[in-house]
């Protein structure tokens, strides 16, 4: 990062293993991808967001060691392209504008607009922003974004000081997935059972931060009881 001259002699050998589980260089990448944008995660396991984006064939590299964040920082400015965190935003592709719940009620007033009300009324969460979106698979009840540059920022800091950065509190949208099942289950009882559904929805977003790493270790016991306690109340509800 710090020597040119070394730069040039290995900037062809710098690789990263992506989601076809094939080694390839940023410049290879761009040469496949149509939006000139390199995706990326820094988790090493599967999971369902990553599942989304290959459904949607978008290819994704993996830079799960801690000196990617600074590597990816200086590319962008080498290479001139961006780099996107696949839970840093939502690319309008992995949407499906015709499930999207946008009929109006008498108040004109969406249902997706009224589902995020509700979740936003569960949470009380003030530095939170929710959004209800309909992705291109109902197998994904939530997903928690964190701003990519703030991110970077937190990353950047635990790196160089080698300590968490946890006090530093980058920007978080929570998008809930009006496709999803469980989602539209929160939105059916919520009129019946509105605490089990505000608690349903708070184990939805609990999950979410769990997904993201985003839960502190002192947390830990107290998240896992709360969904203890749901499923709990959940199970009383069967005849």
Same mark, same amino acid.
């Given at each position: 990062?710090?020597d *040119? %001259? $070394?730069y ?6 710098l690789?990263?293993? &992506? ?16 939006? #000139?944008k390199?995706f !990326? ?12 984006y290959?459904? #949607?064939?978008?290819?994704?590299l ?11 920082? $200086?590319?962008?400015e080498k290479?001139?392209?961006t780099f996107?965190? /696949?839970d840093?935003?939502?690319?309008? &592709?992995?949407?499906?504008?015709s499930?999207? #719940?946008?009929?109006?009620d008498?108040d ?5 607009? %009224? /589902? ?5 009324s569960?949470? &009380? ?12 698979? =109902?197998q994904?009840?939530? +997903?928690?974004? /964190? =701003? ?7 990353? !950047? ?10 006090f530093? #509190?980058?920007?978080k ?7 999803s ?6 939105t %059916?009882i919520?009129? %019946?059972?509105?605490?089990i559904?505000?608690e349903?929805?708070?184990?939805? !977003?609990? +999950?979410s ?6 839960? *502190? ?9 709360q969904?203890t306690?749901?499923?709990e109340?959940?199970?009383a509800? /069967?005849?």
């Amino acid at each position: 990062l710090q020597d *040119e %001259k $070394f730069y040039d002699r290995v900037k062809d050998l710098l690789i990263w293993k &992506n989601s076809d589980d094939q080694w390839t260089t940023v410049s290879e990448y761009l040469e496949r991808s149509s939006e #000139k944008k390199v995706f !990326y995660t820094t988790f090493a396991h599967a999971s369902p967001l990553l599942n989304l984006y290959r459904e #949607k064939k978008i290819e994704i590299l993996f830079a799960t060691t801690p000196v990617d964040t600074a590597v990816i920082q $200086f590319l962008e400015e080498k290479l001139a392209t961006t780099f996107q965190r /696949i839970d840093g935003a939502c690319p309008e &592709n992995l949407l499906d504008p015709s499930k999207e #719940k946008s009929l109006l009620d008498a108040d004109g007033r969406s249902e997706s607009a %009224k /589902i995020a009300d509700f979740i936003r009324s569960s949470l &009380n969460e003030t530095d939170l922003e929710i959004e209800a979106k309909s992705l291109a698979s =109902d197998q994904l009840p939530a +997903l928690l974004l /964190i =701003d990519e540059n703030q991110r970077r920022m937190r990353d !950047y800091i635990a790196l160089t000081q080698g300590k968490s950065a946890s006090f530093f #509190k980058a920007k978080k949208t929570f998008v809930v997935n009006t496709n999803s099942k469980l989602i539209q289950a929160i939105t %059916k009882i919520s009129p %019946k059972q509105p605490e089990i559904a505000k608690e349903m929805a708070q184990s939805v !977003y609990d +999950l979410s931060l769990l997904a993201q790493r985003e839960v *502190e270790p002192g947390d830990l016991d107290r998240v896992l009881s709360q969904k203890t306690k749901i499923l709990e109340k959940l199970g009383a509800l /069967i005849p």
